[in-house]
């Protein structure tokens, strides 16, 4: 036996991202050995003629290696998860949104402390996300872009139309879309919670 319900790690990843690959499961990855993993893994082994234990043994592992590709580093956190890299040097005095394009991720940070942390998704390469030090002119929460026509609660705008906010889309798709040059948040509790404590004139330090 290599894996069972209850383990958690990033090879419980890999086992989900490659299950994802052949639309065995749908969720996650989450690094979590849960009940859709096993009922998965099941569904995966009656298909083979292999025993529907749900347990992932070393023949059901060889088996789903030899129909799969090894999964990037963000087809392994499609979803979040990842851990945040080290802050920025410009992010370690005042209140700061430190976030790293390298890990994906956004710290709150006041006085060199990080207060929370959380995925976020950026721009794509024809709409990126500016990189530089800049600070929160405007706070709107029930906003809607006049040029995409698409809500962005929660935004918090640091650059030209550029703002930091919650996105549906991201809580879905996770990193299999992009956002407009926007920094996305997928987690609508966290960066609710981030909005009532970031206030105007408040530091964002965007860097890889």
Known sequence: MLWSPGDEGRDIRELQARLRQIAWIFHGPTGTYDDLTAEAVRGFQGKRGLPRTGVTDTVTWQRLLAMTREPGRWELYLMGGQPADQPDPR????????????????????????????????????????????????????????????????????????????????????????????????????????????????KVVVHW
């Open 91 to 202: 992010c370690m005095t005042g209140r700061v949104m430190c976030i790293s394009k390298s890990s994906r991720t956004l710290r709150w940070m006041i006085d060199g402390r990080t207060v929370s942390t959380m995925p976020v998704r950026f721009g794509s390469e024809y709409t990126p996300t500016r990189e530089g030090v800049f600070r929160v002119y405007w706070k709107s929460r029930h906003h809607v872009s006049t040029l995409y026509d698409s809500p962005m609660p929660y935004a918090m705008f640091f650059s030209g139309g550029q703002a930091v906010h919650y996105s549906a889309d991201f809580a879905a798709r996770g990193y299999a879309g992009a956002s407009h040059g926007c920094v996305n948040v997928r987690d609508e509790d966290a960066i609710a919670r981030l909005y009532e404590q970031v206030r105007d004139g408040d």
